[in-house]
């Protein structure tokens, strides 16, 4: 096995532990009781997960797991931005948690069909444990929409925040086009993002919610509204070298002010 698949199997393995680490946060400051024994147990599935994708990184660059979730530079932490942002409110911790989820769900059905069969039955493994996830989030989105006016309005508008982020998910990952060649990447980061939208739109649409993004942030893989609302990719383009930017830079070690305070907490001993 080669060192491009541990360079992409810690890409993912970073997005789990970043996400599982924020969703900890709100161990004892949920809503409610039986949402805080929820999103913990949700923060512990991803934390595991991250463990199963470092272990399996580690494996084939012969390193330590816990080397590879702690050891490192926050600059060679390959995480989507969307995973480390603060938490802000439970509104944008439930839309962040929905996307991310929807979008991993399109990520671990694809790589079920790897050509590497270890690779592939971790996916299965993990998706089987994320669809309770995505019931959670879908549960969520579904009652909010239905709720109060006031509610529904919040949860737009943290729909839309984190869908400006979402493109980052589906940046181009370490060693992507070697993936393609070897056959344990199944598919591109570009067709992923298109099976997102088309997944996010349906389910949106359904709950008649209308949202959209927009961007100040230049040319990049952004999700935007339609006429008809429904939402669409554009062209993706690489980040700039400046810094992370909105939504993009995360693969390729750029990340935003968040990511620094949350790496000394990771990395405290």
Not at 8 to 22: I, K, M, S
Not at 50 to 65: R, S
Not at 75 to 93: I, V
Not at 209 to 224: D, L, M
């Amino acid at each position: 096995m080669s060192e491009a698949l541990a360079s992409f199997v810690t890409a993912l393995a970073d997005d789990e532990l970043v996400l599982g680490h924020r969703h900890s946060e709100w161990t004892g400051y949920a809503p409610h009781i039986e949402e805080d024994v929820a999103f913990s147990s949700i923060a512990q599935d991803e934390v595991g997960h991250a463990a199963a994708l470092y272990t399996f990184a580690g494996q084939i660059l012969g390193e330590d797991a816990d080397h590879l979730a702690f050891g490192r530079k926050p600059n060679e932490y390959r995480n989507a931005l969307l995973c480390e942002r603060g938490n802000k409110d439970w509104a944008y911790t439930l839309a962040r948690h929905w996307v991310y989820d929807t979008a991993d769900e399109v990520r671990l059905e694809s790589l079920e069909s790897s050509s590497n069969r270890d690779l592939a039955a971790l996916a299965t493994k993990m998706r089987r444990e994320e669809r309770y996830h995505q019931i959670h989030a879908d549960m969520w989105l579904k009652r909010i929409a239905q709720g109060p006016v006031e509610g529904r309005n919040k949860l737009i508008h943290a729909l839309e925040e984190a869908l400006r982020d979402a493109s980052g998910l589906f940046e181009l990952l370490p060693e992507e086009e070697r993936g393609i060649e070897e056959g344990w990447l199944p598919h591109r980061s570009e067709e992923l993002a298109g099976r997102f939208v088309a997944k996010a739109t349906s389910w949106l649409d359904g709950l008649g919610i209308p949202v959209g993004t927009h961007s100040t942030a230049g040319e990049r893989a952004e999700f935007v509204a339609s006429s008809s609302g429904d939402l669409i990719a554009t062209d993706e383009s690489a980040p700039s070298d400046e810094g992370a930017t909105e939504g993009g830079g995360g693969r390729s070690g750029r990340h935003s002010s968040e990511f620094d305070d949350l790496w000394d907490v990771l990395t405290k001993t």
